[in-house]
């Protein structure tokens, strides 16, 4: 078999192990060479893989029980809670919620319950990280348009977790889309009927956004839609590219077919969209780039890093205002709020301001550099 096949003698075992632990798939591999090729792989670098997956197993199960507690807060106080990553994701696509990483929880609610799902976390001690300061009215406006999720710190058990309002941001997908998609969403019955989940239509939509809006670097992001893709017959494709039709994000489905057909050899249940698209090989092509920069960890968020971003994200959906949308996103940074609070009155001077405002938090961390140094 393939898998076999890989494990020849000349494979440089650290760097695999770092490539794994990059692409955040420590428990998946490790029950694979487990169960085909345990004979084949060092036993110190199965054994380090193991204690792994079983530190992921032990994080699952602090996750589910903080799940169950929130999700109870959440329905006392009257709140609809959707899920969308984590454990249930990897017991709905895997049938078993230890086989993909999770470091944290991602929750959905309505934007209009967003003020109270705030004050509810907060209420029960959670600290809110980003944004980490209080926000006037015209900030906080600005930053639900602008962006999506609020992330938060829950101190007992050390569980992160994120407040979302929309899957991605408004320029992507719309807000009615998103509210469709809450009214759809289908409850866990293992959590009473508190918490729900994406329904099956939506699953698939979800998961192309969530990985095309990150460029794919992780594997882990690519084998969630492949799971989706081995269970889907040519209708469920052909629904799919409707909807994605519908969204004007067409690309972004043939940016991860594309990408599970080469990467993954998986066979595609129907003629993939934008197979002929330049656009869509571009995406392509950035994607793989991306998957294979081994210096990648996911925390380089400087000022290159959102130049980067937005560039590659205006390669993803059609339309003049879209674009400009992607654009102005650059000229709207909640440091600057931080760094000089201004009352709402005078809001709009910080995209005047903006340029200054990046030059002196510049100037100030390279001191700190030389200082260091």
């Known amino acids: 078999m393939r898998l076999v096949a890989c494990c020849h003698p000349g494979v440089d075992w650290q760097a695999f192990v770092t490539l794994v632990e990059r692409h955040h798939l420590i428990p998946m591999v490790y029950r694979s060479l487990s169960s085909y090729a345990a004979g084949l792989v060092p036993a110190p670098v199965l054994a380090a893989l193991r204690e ?12 589910l029980l903080a799940l169950g507690r929130i999700s109870e807060w959440f329905s006392q106080a009257g709140i609809p809670l959707c899920t969308l990553k984590g454990p249930v994701l990897a017991q709905r696509l895997f049938g078993d919620a230890s086989l993909r990483t999770s470091t944290d929880l991602d929750l ?4 209009d319950r967003l003020a109270q799902a705030d004050a509810l976390l907060l209420e029960h001690g959670c600290q809110r990280v980003v944004p980490a300061i209080p926000l006037t009215p015209r900030q ?16 007992e058990p050390h ?34 009927n508190r918490l729900f989940a994406l329904a099956d239509e939506d699953l698939p939509v979800y998961l192309l956004v969530h990985g095309s809006k990150h460029n794919w670097v992780r594997l882990k992001w690519l084998l969630d839609f492949a799971a989706w893709l081995r269970c889907a017959n040519e209708n469920d494709w052909k629904a799919l ?5 519908d969204l004007g994000l067409l690309r972004s489905l043939g940016q991860g077919a594309l990408l599970a057909n080469r990467l993954l050899a998986l066979p595609v249940p129907g003629a993939i969209p934008g197979a002929q698209d330049a656009r869509v090989h571009r995406l392509v092509r950035s994607s793989i780039k991306a998957i294979q920069n081994r210096d990648y960890r996911g925390t380089e968020f400087g000022k290159m890093q959102r130049l980067h971003l937005a560039l590659y994200a205006l390669h993803l959906k059609d339309g003049l205002r879209y674009k400009w ?9 909640p440091h600057d709020w931080q760094d000089l609070p201004l009352p709402d009155a005078l809001f709009p001077l910080y995209g005047l301001l903006r340029p200054f405002l990046w030059l002196r938090r510049y100037y100030r961390h390279y001191r700190q550099r030389r200082l260091a140094a």
Request: hydrophobic share 40%.
């Open 52 to 63: 792994r997956a079983e530190h992921n197993r032990q994080r699952v199960l602090q996750l």
């Open 108 to 111: 959905l609610v309505h934007p």
């Open 140 to 155: 906080r406006q600005a930053y639900q348009q602008e962006w999506y999720h609020s992330s938060y710190f829950l101190p």
């Open 159 to 192: 569980i992160h977790l994120e407040l979302h309002w929309s899957i991605a941001s408004p320029d992507l997908v719309s807000p009615h889309t998103v509210a469709q998609m809450l009214s759809r969403a289908q409850p866990l019955s293992q959590f009473g």
């Open 241 to 245: 590219q409707a909807r994605m039709t």
């Open 325 to 333: 949308d992607v654009l102005r996103k650059l000229w709207i940074f």
